[in-house]
T-cell receptor, first 113, second 111 residues
Framework: EADIYQTPRYLVIGTGKKITLECSQT?????MYWYQQDPGMELHLIHY???????EKGDLSSESTVSRIRTEHFPLTLESARPSHTSQYLC????????????FGQGTRLTVV | QKEVEQNSGPLSVPEGAIASLNCTYS??????FFWYRQYSGKSPELIMF????GDKEDGRFTAQLNKASQYVSLLIRDSQPSDSATYLC???????????FGSGTRLLVRP
């Protein structure tokens, strides 16, 4: 069973607020990912990290930022939330290079009003 | 051209039939291939992975990989209504840290 956790599961917040979505894994995986997914739509990679102090932007441009100070922790921050940020955010992790499976957290469903 | 192409469906099959899901990819450097299942409102969960050309079977599921044709498929035998979900194919490369997902095929198994 995968040990990757996201908090909060659901978040409703007002426009302009700063938010941080938490993601932690206890598997010691080097690689971590953030995906954005609207209902019924495809997964879009917005950020990834291949180790401590390494972060890269994904294929979909995002106004969010990430940090990787510890192996197990990969938080995502929105400095000023907007309604266009309403979506589901999925965190994942995997071991080693690009050829290993990814384990997903349960997701954070964000609604900006 | 998108890196991973999947028919969005829905693919509708009767209970007990074989469901066949297909995926093509554009990068010949791809080395590992994954099939994930995603129920509505839930996170993707891994069903199978395949690295070598040919077939790989696990219970009711069979993954087929043809690197020359850049094609990977998933067969679900004896389909059940509980198999109704979106199936995502994904690929990774040893030289890359990214895992690329297709847009998914929605499968509907009719009782």
């Amino acid at each position: 069973e995968a040990d990757i956790y996201q908090t909060p599961r659901y978040l409703v917040i007002g426009t302009g607020k700063k938010i941080t979505l938490e993601c932690s894994q206890t598997m010691g995986h080097d690689k971590m990912y953030w995906y954005q997914q609207d209902p019924g739509m495809e997964l879009h990679l917005i950020h990834y990290s291949y180790g401590v102090n390494s972060t890269e932007k994904g294929d979909l441009s995002s106004e969010s930022t990430v940090s990787r100070i510890r192996t197990e922790h990969f938080p995502l921050t929105l400095e000023s939330a907007r309604p266009s940020h309403t979506s589901q955010y999925l965190c994942a992790s995997s071991e080693g290079q690009g050829d290993t499976e990814a384990f997903f957290g349960q997701g954070t469903r964000l609604t900006v009003v | 051209q998108k890196e991973v192409e999947q028919n969005s469906g829905p693919l509708s099959v009767p209970e007990g039939a074989i469901a066949s899901l297909n995926c093509t990819y554009s990068d010949r450097g791809s080395q590992s291939f994954f099939w994930y299942r995603q129920y509505s409102g839930k996170s993707p969960e891994l069903i199978m992975f395949i690295y070598s050309n040919g077939d790989k079977e696990d219970g009711r599921f069979t993954a087929q990989l043809n690197k020359a044709s850049q094609y990977v498929s998933l067969l679900i035998r004896d389909s059940q209504p509980s198999d109704s979900a979106t199936y995502l194919c994904a690929f990774g490369m040893d030289s890359s840290y990214k895992l690329i997902f297709g847009s998914g095929t929605r499968l509907l198994v009719r009782p």
